[in-house]
């Protein structure tokens, strides 16, 4: 009897998993309260929630330089650009929730250690050039990404990339317009503007994250149309993309090996120094202490603020009760 | 150039540009992710209240927006001492622009009918940029003051150590006369009075008492400022400094 349900079960699951790829296979999108495998919905919301705590750590590297930035108007744009982060950050959150991740737990997961984010974010903003390199470089990266995401099979995840998007598309102009007018300014300035290309292209590539011969979970996530390119297609293109604006620009990409290659119809390019990809991972970055501090720091200065919003909204409802 | 209405471009425009500075540096470290939203949409409407004021003031005198903004020395900087002092914690700086958004709505709204234009066109866009400045500030002020009692104590010791700035945000003297009289400037002994009432009314809410008469700060109008500002500066016009004459 008890053999016969769980094998019953078994083939009701079995069966739901054939629809489910179906639906993919169809390009229907999936809505939170479809049935989905519990796989899927783990790998979603582990891609998700850092996605959503790059945006929010990402945001400390550029916030460094609202108060030092050298115009007014910079220094309006660059404010207006690290809140658009919190925003995406706030959004992707959200759609986190859909899936049943609690806001919180998922927070703490990257306090502690447990979650990750984006591996460029814990690499330091040293000069003003920094902030026009992160613009157009590491915006620019995460469009590649972003633009492929707009498809991706889940529904609330998608539409949040479509929203987003928009806004890291103007980022990244925003940041090369900060870099040509360096490049065009006086030689410090030039040279402020070629030492930032310097120190980001590699880690730029980096986040793409590890070929795809080292990047097990690629096949899965493309079959579920999570992915729907595999790290060194988006690498390429995002490298394709960039080297002429380089030119314009009239900085020079640090790579000695890369060159067009009318066969492939790409560039090639160097070596990544995946040592140093896997280190910063796993915690041995210049920044990563520093940045996961100000964000433990922001939560824990803020907890008294947020038991006394909660504190005063009890109180109001018990006079409402009361009355 | 009018003399006076430079001087009262400058110490309007510096209140703003100061204090945007300071909110500035809030961005990424806010509370809650919807509250540092929220303090970066206050700290974007003030420095865009400051950009039309630096480009006013510049117009004046023949300068950049970023020249006036970012090359004065620190004696030449206007702004009331209270935008000046430092975060501290978030008690202190809801607190702070609590005070100064009491003061600059109604500012603002009297200012609507400057007859300068730039600054009574400014008034008419800052009047609802504030409206909301303070309905923010304020319900936080509330919040703190009437949530728990560590919250409660923090907005006290905030009080203890910002009172003594505000009297400074009703300073007048000859530029305000004269331009008073040109019908430009506003007149702040009508201001003082609403102020008063919107921090009692919200002082009751957040359980507050509102300090008995003491002696005020004063200064700032004048160029004579607190410790704090010069390393604020040195900050906010380092590039500036560093790489004179450049284009950004
Ligand atoms: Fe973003
Ligand atoms: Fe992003
Ligand atoms: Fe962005």
Redesign the interface.
């Known amino acids: 009897m008890f053999n016969f349900v769980a094998m019953q079960v078994e083939n009701d699951v079995k069966q739901m998993e054939e629809q489910f790829q179906a639906k993919i296979d169809a390009d229907i999108r999936i809505e939170p309260r479809d049935w989905m495998p519990e796989k899927y919905r783990k790998t979603l919301i582990r891609q998700m929630s850092q996605h959503a705590h790059s945006e929010?750590v990402g945001?400390?590297p550029?916030?460094n330089w609202?108060?030092?930035?050298?115009?007014?108007?910079?220094?309006?744009a660059l404010?207006?650009k690290?809140?658009d982060e919190?925003?995406h950050?706030?959004y992707l959150?959200s759609a986190c929730e859909t899936l049943g991740a609690d806001r919180e737990e998922t927070i703490d997961d990257l306090h502690s250690g447990k979650a990750k984010y984006s591996s460029i974010f814990n690499y330091p903003t040293i000069t003003?050039a920094d902030i026009g390199a992160i613009g157009w470089l590491v915006d620019g990266a995460a469009i590649v990404n972003q633009v492929a995401l707009q498809k991706t099979s889940y529904g609330p995840y998608a539409r949040a990339m479509v929203k987003i998007c928009k806004e890291e598309s103007f980022h990244q102009r925003q940041g090369y317009e900060?870099i040509t007018?360096l490049a065009n300014?006086?030689p410090?300035?030039k040279a402020m503007a070629q030492d930032a290309l310097n120190r980001w292209w590699w880690p730029s590539l980096m986040m793409f994250g590890p070929t795809d011969a080292d990047s097990p979970n690629t096949q899965q996530s493309m079959a579920w149309r999570i992915k729907r390119h595999t790290n060194d297609e988006l690498r390429q293109m995002f490298i394709d993309a960039t080297v002429k604006q380089a030119e314009v620009a009239g900085l020079t990409i640090p790579d000695k090996d890369l060159k067009w290659n009318e066969e492939r119809g790409h560039y090639d390019f160097g070596e990544i120094d995946w040592e140093e990809f896997y280190n910063v991972i796993k915690g041995n970055g210049p920044c990563n202490k520093q940045r996961i501090e100000?964000r433990r720091?922001?939560k824990e200065?803020?907890?008294?603020?947020?038991?006394?919003?909660m504190?005063?909204a009890e109180?109001q409802k018990s006079k409402v009760k009361a009355a | 150039m009018n003399k006076e209405l430079y001087e009262y471009v400058l110490r309007m425009g510096d209140d703003s540009?100061i204090l945007g500075?300071r909110l500035?540096?809030w961005?990424?470290?806010?509370?809650?992710?919807?509250?540092?939203?929220a303090l970066?949409?206050v700290?974007?409407d003030i420095?865009?209240q400051?950009?039309i004021l630096?480009d006013y003031a510049g117009k004046l005198t023949n300068k950049k927006?970023?020249e006036v903004?970012?090359l004065r020395e620190e004696w030449d900087y206007k702004n009331v001492l209270l935008v000046e002092q430092p975060n501290g914690?978030?008690a202190k700086t809801i607190l702070r622009q609590f005070f100064f958004d009491a003061f600059r709505l109604p500012f603002f709204k009297e200012l609507q009918n400057s007859k300068d234009e730039t600054l009574s066109g400014l008034a008419l866009k800052a009047v609802k940029e504030t409206t909301y400045h303070l309905q923010h500030s304020s319900n936080w002020v509330?919040?703190?003051g009437?949530?728990?009692d560590?919250?409660h104590q923090?907005l006290k010791t905030a009080l203890e150590e910002l009172w003594m700035f505000t009297g400074e945000l009703f300073y007048a003297d000859e530029v305000d006369t004269k331009l008073v009289n040109e019908g430009i400037a506003v007149d702040l002994n009508k201001i003082k009075p609403i102020w008063d009432a919107k921090v009692s009314e919200v002082f009751a809410q957040a359980k507050l008492q509102i300090p008995e008469e003491s002696w005020m700060q004063k200064g700032g109008r004048k160029g004579k400022h607190t410790e704090h500002l010069g390393f604020l500066l040195s900050?906010?016009q380092?590039?500036?400094r560093a790489?004179p004459g450049?284009?950004?």
């Open positions: 929010v945001m400390l550029e916030a609202i108060t030092r930035a050298p115009s007014l108007r910079r220094k309006v404010l207006a690290v809140q919190a925003g950050g706030l959150y003003w900060i007018v300014g006086t410090a300035q100000a720091k922001a200065e803020g907890m008294w603020v947020r038991e006394a919003a504190a005063y109180k | 540009l500075q500035g540096e961005c990424g470290h806010g509370p809650i992710l919807e509250e540092d939203i970066t949409n700290a974007l420095l865009g400051a950009r630096m927006e970023d903004a970012f914690d978030f509330i919040r703190l009437d949530g728990t560590e919250s923090r900050e906010m380092y590039m500036q790489y450049c284009e950004w």
